[in-house]
């Protein structure tokens, strides 16, 4: 089955059928693909603001009504119980399982936020000729938990997470600037070269993800991650929050070119 | 005296001081000045959500923590209890006076947002040859309620206002180019050329401030308007709501050029 070429609506119906379970990388060519968290309404006015003081690594798309399973804007008739492929549940702070259906767990206090993903720029980053070397050797993105503070909110307060893309400095420029038309999904890089500047003691080893070639001549090149209300999670400690798996998205309904800026 | 070269700290020292209380048009030349909504806690997490969903007028720049009268990054120093040279206090939709100091009504519970103005981007606009005519005529900008609904949040609902500058055609596009370079001052036009259709009967008689001259050869320029949120609060009628009154802006610490994008 040819997913890239399938619409939003198309395959957000086969996960809540259960007949798609795995990494959404790649498909819906040309629409976005969302980070989810989910949290009691009590949350919700932090974290909101935790969004605004954290655009790099938390850029919100949209947020739902309190108890909506659905979006104003990226996913009308979504159901966001059931259309991710993997939920994590954490409960006061501990990833407690993996699950692909949350409608036991959605009261009517819920309310879902959809933050950015750095699938939509790597995709112009392909177009523009810079190397994407996890799409090349057909994996998972390689994600770092650092020792740099998130501007806090409220009681969400912890380090952020970066992903690593390796590219030499002149296509790390190019990519830069390419980036910075794409400030609704992380924006510019957080860094560019030295891992250790950001607490991270060996790049071979990712928190999340699977690592990467780094060849000769190129320099790691470090992006915000929408992973990171989940290193946060581990500090804040709310009762409940639910998240999508690494890697297994919410496909919404906007295309990449409707985000460019 | 010359406001235009002091120091926003000393601008609102003087403002504190009730030794400064008019328009703060052309005071402390190349810093940001923000439109104010001072709100009760129960209310900011609507509000909040009502900027994110509304960003053409209501382009959030700072939120400060509950009770607290100073801001993370626009002024870390401040009180906004005292440094706005008139505030408006508004009872359940409401205009019941103006004031200022509001000392007596900033409770624990208060949260104090600031939203982009309109005076940054004129800065461009004139430094790159687009006439503001209500910069030549002296005076406050011409601003105008539409019929266009704002995207609602929770209770707060109500039709945005924008504000208006008369230009060329070629200076239009010239301004809508510019301008996309600030989106968090409002961004490009809501509208370029009838009045009409934004349910403006009489573009000489402004909602607020005044009217200006429009030339022949030249139409009506229309952006988003941080008075929206005053014009919303009639609608939604909060039990109080505090902002700056029109041209009477909070002075920030930030500079014009670093909110560029």
């Given at each position: 089955?040819?997913y890239?070429?399938?619409?939003p609506?198309?395959?957000?119906?086969?996960?809540?059928?259960?007949?798609?379970?795995?990494?959404?990388?790649?498909?819906?060519?040309?629409?976005?693909?969302?980070?989810?968290?989910i949290?009691?309404s009590?949350?919700?006015?932090?974290?909101?603001?935790f969004?605004?003081?954290?655009?790099?690594?938390?850029?919100?798309?949209?947020?739902?009504?309190?108890?909506?399973?659905?979006?104003l804007?990226?996913?009308?008739?979504?159901d966001i119980?059931?259309?991710?492929?993997?939920?994590?549940?954490?409960?006061?702070?501990?990833?407690?399982?993996?699950t692909?259906?949350?409608?036991d767990?959605?009261?009517?206090?819920?309310?879902?936020f959809?933050?950015?993903?750095?699938?939509?720029?790597?995709?112009a980053?392909?177009?523009?000729?810079?190397?994407?070397?996890?799409?090349?050797?057909a994996?998972?993105?390689?994600?770092?938990?650092?020792?740099?503070?998130?501007?806090?909110?409220?009681?969400?307060?912890?380090?952020?997470?970066?992903?690593?893309?390796?590219?030499?400095?002149?296509?790390?420029?190019?990519?830069?600037?390419?980036?910075?038309?794409?400030?609704?999904?992380?924006g510019?890089?957080i860094?560019?070269?030295?891992?250790?500047?950001?607490?991270?003691?060996?790049?071979?080893?990712?928190?999340?993800?699977?690592?990467?070639?780094?060849?000769?001549?190129?320099?790691?090149?470090?992006?915000?991650?929408?992973?990171t209300?989940?290193s946060?999670?581990?500090?804040?400690?709310?009762?409940?929050?639910?998240?999508?798996?690494?890697?297994?998205?919410?496909?919404?309904?906007?295309?990449?070119?409707e985000?460019?800026?």
């Amino acid at each position: 089955m040819n997913y890239a070429q399938k619409s939003p609506r198309e395959l957000r119906q086969l996960i809540r059928e259960g007949k798609l379970t795995g990494h959404t990388s790649g498909m819906a060519k040309g629409y976005i693909q969302a980070n989810v968290v989910i949290l009691p309404s009590a949350y919700a006015y932090d974290f909101l603001k935790f969004c605004f003081r954290n655009p790099k690594t938390c850029p919100l798309l949209d947020v739902s009504e309190v108890g909506s399973p659905s979006f104003l804007y990226f996913g009308k008739n979504a159901d966001i119980r059931t259309e991710v492929p993997k939920y994590r549940i954490y409960e006061h702070g501990e990833l407690i399982r993996e699950t692909d259906d949350i409608t036991d767990l959605y009261t009517e206090d819920m309310v879902s936020f959809l933050i950015g993903c750095s699938f939509t720029f790597e995709h112009a980053l392909l177009e523009a000729g810079v190397p994407v070397r996890h799409i090349e050797e057909a994996h998972n993105v390689p994600m770092y938990r650092t020792n740099i503070p998130a501007e806090p909110s409220g009681q969400f307060k912890g380090n952020i997470t970066v992903s690593m893309r390796p590219m030499t400095i002149a296509q790390a420029i190019q990519a830069t600037e390419i980036t910075s038309h794409f400030k609704n999904v992380h924006g510019t890089p957080i860094h560019i070269g030295s891992p250790e500047e950001l607490g991270i003691s060996n790049i071979n080893e990712p928190d999340y993800g699977e690592p990467v070639t780094i060849k000769a001549g190129e320099v790691p090149v470090f992006w915000g991650c929408g992973v990171t209300p989940q290193s946060v999670a581990l500090d804040t400690k709310p009762d409940i929050m639910i998240t999508h798996s690494p890697g297994h998205m919410f496909i919404t309904d906007i295309k990449d070119s409707e985000l460019s800026n």
